[in-house]
């Protein structure tokens, strides 16, 4: 063999393993990329970032203004919304309140897709907390469980701050994002279903992108599900995915945790999940067609407060075995975008941004008998 052969051979091996090592790569990929993310130490050695201060303002996302003095007429609610993971994860199995990756993508993603629909609802308050990582929904190990749960410990402190402190006997809506859904569902649970004075003042809870089990809202529970528009003291849960996405829907059924009666994380099982459609108002097999999609919207980056621009007719959607299936979304711009870490967190858009806002509105004046005014009275944390 020639040197000019031999030469060829040596490239076409280099090749060749390149070429393993690429699709490898590909292959394993969300491991890789996981693992990136792994804190690789114990919960039970771990130190936890400090514990926020909910008597400060730096402690909340969201604090409406003169949020301790006596609330205007024309706010008769008050919105307490827990956001959804922000935080990626590395060294560490929670995110303190101060990170600034999460807190951008709090601020730019999920408070103007999803905590926005309830701006014209009432006051907003948006506790930081020092949310379970990102890492901690992508395994099912005993340490990020640990994680979860610890997370729970900020959301209750800084409800009951604002009972004591901003809540005056007010209705309130309770609203949680996926991570914060699921605290909000304990929450709602312990604190509010079992205090006959808080159970009064529960408008409705939204429980958006969230798996909670069907069976512990029937009828006859402490709080049930919202089976119709105007209904108070229920609750409105769904998680969704888009028609003919078999792995998400395979992701969400058999990844899920929710609280047990020991308020341990537990796998859903055979449970079916709760599935409020937005598009109808209520807990129903029934299709709701694209024409009842009152606007969805692709709300990033907006200044908090801006209304967005709503596009009208995107999506159809239906429950089916328990998740709500949408269609595609007709606009470019309802579409997954991002890094690999942000396309597994809540989308950076709201299919139902317009129809939330109505339903919470409806069910507001069914309670207070008066509807939500539009005006605009609070600010983000840290503005004037």
């Not at 998740?323 to 139902?352: C, E, I, M």
Request: proline share 7%; glycine share 8%.
């Amino acid at each position: 063999m020639g040197v000019i052969g031999l030469r060829r051979w040596i490239f076409a091996g280099v090749a060749l393993f390149l070429a393993l090592v690429i699709a490898a790569a590909f292959i394993w990929r969300y491991d890789i990329l996981s693992n990136a993310l792994d804190p690789k130490v114990p919960f039970l050695t771990y130190h936890p970032p400090p514990a926020p201060d909910y008597g400060k303002r730096a402690s909340w996302a969201l604090l409406p203004r003169d949020a301790d003095g006596v609330a205007p007429v024309d706010r008769s609610v008050d919105v307490f919304f827990v956001h959804p993971t922000t935080f990626d994860g590395g060294r560490d199995w929670n995110g303190g309140i101060d990170q600034p990756k999460a807190s951008r993508f709090l601020s730019r993603v999920v408070l103007p897709n999803y905590a926005g629909p309830f701006d014209r609802v009432g006051r907003v308050f948006a506790p930081r907390y020092r949310q379970a990582s990102l890492y901690t929904y992508l395994t099912l190990r005993d340490d990020a469980r640990d994680a979860r749960r610890f997370a729970y410990g900020d959301v209750l402190q800084a409800f009951r701050t604002y009972l004591s402190r901003y809540g005056h006997d007010r209705p309130f809506i309770v609203v949680g994002v996926e991570q914060g859904g699921s605290l909000a569902a304990r929450l709602l649970r312990e604190e509010v279903a079992t205090k006959p004075d808080l159970k009064r003042r529960l408008v409705a809870a939204y429980l958006i992108e969230t798996v909670v089990p069907a069976d512990e809202y029937a009828p006859d529970s402490p709080l049930p599900a919202c089976e119709r528009r105007g209904e108070t003291q229920c609750v409105a849960a769904w998680a969704s995915a888009q028609e003919g996405d078999f792995r998400s829907v395979q992701e969400l059924m058999g990844r899920s945790l929710v609280w047990d009666g020991a308020d341990q994380l537990v796998n859903l099982e055979h449970r079916e999940p709760l599935c409020f459609n937005p598009l109808l108002g209520g807990v129903t097999l029934e299709r709701a067609p694209a024409r009842l999609n009152l606007g969805a919207t692709n709300a990033t980056g907006l200044d908090w407060g801006a209304r967005p621009a709503f596009l009208q007719r995107q999506v159809s959607a239906r429950c089916e075995n328990g998740l709500l299936r949408t269609s595609k979304p007709k606009s470019s711009s309802l579409r997954d975008s991002g890094s690999w870490a942000d396309r597994r967190k809540v989308d950076a858009y709201n299919l139902f941004y317009a129809d939330l806002e109505a339903d919470a509105q409806v069910r507001v004046a069914a309670m207070t008998g008066r509807p939500a005014s539009p005006s605009r009275l609070y600010g983000e944390a840290g503005a004037p």
